[in-house]
Nanobody, 123 residues
Framework: QVQLVESGGGLVQAGGSLRLSCVVI????????VGWFRQSSGKEREFVAA????????FYSDSVKGRFSISRDKTKDTVYLQMNSLKPEDTAVYYC????????????????WGQGIQVTVNS
């Protein structure tokens, strides 16, 4: 059984920063690609960022490229999403997800999902 625990969300003013963490517990496979997705009220869940198994390749949506950075600490089974220059439109519930195949930018590339964590950016 794989469990993902997100932390680091909260309320921030526009232009501020937050760092989300995703701890992977009980994994039975290693290494694994990890993605971050988000869902705003009334909208479908969308891709934000992903990192491949080794951490050598990262992928970003156009809306966050240059502002967000994904990284991983293999020794801690933790993946981070550093979010800078936050905008009100970044307000959403953020989810981390673990895949078992190639690193993807769509939800169907990921098999395990966290519960989600709220990020609210005030203007």
């Amino acid at each position: 059984q794989v469990q993902l625990v997100e932390s680091g969300g909260g309320l921030v003013q526009a232009g501020g920063s937050l760092r989300l963490s995703c701890v992977v517990i009980g994994r039975t496979f290693s290494p694994y690609p990890v993605g971050w997705f988000r869902q705003s009220s009334g909208k479908e869940r969308e891709f934000v960022a992903a990192i491949n198994r080794s951490g050598s390749n990262t992928f970003y949506s156009d809306s966050v490229k240059g502002r967000f950075s994904i990284s991983r600490d293999k020794t801690k089974d933790t993946v981070y999403l550093q979010m800078n220059s936050l905008k009100p439109e970044d307000t959403a519930v953020y989810y981390c997800a673990v895949g078992t195949g190639v690193t993807g930018t769509t939800q169907n590339a990921y098999s395990y999902w966290g519960q989600g964590i709220q990020v609210t950016v005030n203007s």
